[in-house]
């Protein structure tokens, strides 16, 4: 079992920058890590993942080209780096993980560990 816990959220303007962080109790090399996302009224939906040092990653359609997710597993910490934030991009982040593999399809089924959720509010 694996502890989570995120760091970084916050409030900004549209078009600035946030960077996630989430520390983990445990060596995450053989685990899918993520990031997933949730609005008021909205389902939650997988933002980004990535598996140890594999250059294949996940990234939901929506933040393509704009948020950059990576991991330092010497110090089991996982980073989601937010470009050119947008007022959608508001909701509660949330970091998970699985030990299970994953590639630049994301998670094949649901984490078995989340983080508690850091909020990130974008205004216009």
């Known amino acids: 079992q694996v502890e989570l816990v995120e760091f970084g959220g916050g409030s900004v303007q549209a078009g600035e920058s946030l960077k996630l962080s989430c520390a983990a109790s445990t060596y995450t090399g053989g685990y899918c890590m993520g990031w997933f996302r949730q609005a008021p009224g909205k389902e939650r939906e997988a933002v980004a993942a990535i598996y140890g040092i594999s250059p294949n990653t996940y990234y939901a359609d929506s933040v393509k080209g704009r948020f950059t997710i990576s991991q330092d597993i010497a110090n089991s910490t996982l980073y989601l780096q937010m470009n050119n934030l947008k007022p959608e991009d508001t909701a509660m982040y949330y970091c998970?993980?699985?030990?299970?593999?994953?590639?630049?399809?994301?998670?094949?089924?649901?984490?078995?560990?989340w983080g508690q959720g850091t909020q990130v509010t974008v205004s216009s």
């Open positions: 998970a993980a699985a030990r299970i593999y994953c590639g630049s399809g994301g998670f094949s089924r649901p984490p078995t560990n």
